[in-house]
T-cell receptor
Framework: AQKITQTQPGMFVQEKEAVTLDCTYD???????LFWYKQPSSGEMIFLIY??????QNATEGRYSLNFQKARKSANLVISASQLGDSAMYFC???????????FGTGTSLTVIP | DTGVSQNPRHKITKRGQNVTFRCDPI?????LYWYRQTLGQGPEFLTY????????KSRLLSDRFSAERPKGSFSTLEIQRTEQGDSAMYLC?????????????FGPGTRLTVT
């Protein structure tokens, strides 16, 4: 089974609007970390936000917030007030326990429309 | 600090040739990772170093692949007898135990094309 599932291959959002990118995960480890990365066309993976499995509150970083629903095993990324520079691929990733590798989803391509 | 750097950024080679990539992590980071990313996919884990010790290798890392981190600083990834299926983006990342999430910071990648 896939450890990370991103079901939206492509998304469009109007500039200044909010957008939610979906991510579901699969693990039996009670301790895990969830991450979101942005990959512009230049190719570099940019770390956006982290959520620990034991964190009681949803993580926020500026315009990014993570909607963490543990029972549903979902970790959706919310981008508020979209900007043209937000157009990129977005990847959800998970680390299980004290493991070292990240498991990545297949990504969502976000296009911000002026 | 300027972040993780990788060289070269692009490499075109003929099938059967050997190639070597270099990664310089963020200076205070003790952990270093290599990933491979093919078109339309997320990165796939290849190997992990803690300081100079290679502690984990994916089964994706065939015998033709070898990675080193001799002094616990920079790392090299070598592919011997390249095949067309090796064409991909090779990403290096580093992390520090001091970060709460031990999030990984990625370099710009080396895009390999095998002709």
């Amino acid at each position: 089974a896939q450890k990370i599932t991103q079901t939206q291959p492509g998304m469009f959002v109007q500039e200044k609007e909010a957008v939610t990118l979906d991510c579901t995960y699969d693990t039996s480890d009670p301790s895990y970390g969830l991450f979101w990365y942005k990959q512009p066309s230049s190719g570099e993976m940019i770390f956006l936000i982290y959520q620990g499995s034991y964190d009681q509150q949803n993580a926020t970083e500026g315009r990014y917030s993570l909607n963490f629903q543990k029972a549903r095993k979902s970790a959706n990324l919310v981008i508020s007030a979209s900007q043209l520079g937000d157009s990129a691929m977005y990847f959800c990733a998970m680390r299980e326990g004290l493991g070292n590798q990240f498991y990545f989803g297949t990504g969502t391509s976000l296009t911000v429309i002026p | 600090d300027t972040g993780v750097s990788q060289n070269p950024r692009h490499k075109i080679t003929k099938r059967g040739q050997n190639v070597t990539f270099r990664c310089d992590p963020i200076s205070e980071h003790n952990r270093l990772y290599w990933y491979r990313q093919t078109l339309g996919q997320g990165p796939e884990f290849l190997t992990y170093f803690q300081n100079e010790a290679q502690l984990e290798k994916s089964r994706l890392l065939s015998d033709r692949f070898s990675a080193e981190r001799p002094k616990g600083s920079f790392s090299t990834l070598e592919i011997q007898r390249t095949e067309q299926g090796d064409s991909a983006m090779y990403l290096c990342a580093s992390s520090s135990d001091r970060d709460v999430g031990v999030e990984q910071y990625f370099g710009p990648g080396t895009r390999l094309t095998v002709t």
